[in-house]
């Protein structure tokens, strides 16, 4: 896991990983991160996990890898 995504669920016993990941693949990409966060919480997903992708760098992400690389950059 890597070390962003890791943070935002430290407390956060409801949410694992690989559902983070499963909901990144709901989405249709190009995203960016207000496009992420939008889709997070409307999906109901955690706020930590929101403010994690809404925090990500300004630009278009074209799939799960690339936000999930992008978090692990962070």
């Known amino acids: 896991m890597n070390r962003s995504l890791r943070a935002a669920l430290n407390g956060v ?3 694992a990983p690989s559902s983070v990941a499963e909901f990144l693949r709901t989405i249709d990409y190009p995203a ?3 496009d992420l966060a939008r889709a997070a919480r409307h ?9 994690a992708l809404s925090d990500l760098p300004a630009r278009s992400y074209d799939g799960a890898f690339h936000v999930l690389h ?4 962070a």
């Open 70 to 73: 992008a978090l692990d950059a």
């Open 43 to 51: 999906d109901g997903v955690d706020d930590a996990i929101v403010r």
């Open 13 to 15: 016993d409801a949410i």
């Open 32 to 34: 960016t991160p207000d």
